[in-house]
């Protein structure tokens, strides 16, 4: 079993800034590609960064400039870092990645989500 376990939400004033991180544990070969989702209420989910083992990354558009996703492929971790927050970043913010459990099976896998907050 694999559990990605994320850390770091909480309620800030906009203009500031909050970094989360999410940390990949179990029965891991290899963790792939990560990335961050947030879903805001009553919205769908919405991808916000991804990055792959080699440290490409991509981001949704709204989030370029403000958004840096980053990891550490020994210690399975993937950071995203949040400036200039809005309101309308408001969310709950997911971790997710694809994972090889041995050579030949890949999953991809959810965390619990963290809240993130944002006061105008």
């Known amino acids: 079993q694999v559990h990605l376990v994320e850390s770091g939400g909480g309620s800030v004033q906009a203009g500031e800034s909050l970094r989360l991180s999410c940390v990949a544990s179990?029965?891991?070969?290899?963790?792939?590609?990560m990335a961050w989702h947030r879903q805001a209420p009553g919205k769908q989910r919405e991808l916000v960064a991804t990055i792959t083992s080699g440290g490409i990354n991509t981001y949704a558009d709204s989030m370029e400039g403000r958004f840096v996703i980053s990891r550490d492929n020994a210690k399975n971790t993937v950071w995203l870092q949040m400036d200039r927050l809005k309101a309308e970043d408001t969310a709950v913010y997911y971790c997710?990645?694809?994972?090889?459990?041995?050579?030949?099976?890949?999953?991809?896998?959810w965390g619990q989500g963290t809240q993130v907050t944002v006061s105008s």
């Open positions: 179990g029965f891991i070969y290899k963790v792939n590609n």
């Open positions: 997710n990645a694809d994972v090889k459990v041995n050579l030949n099976y890949e999953y991809n896998y």
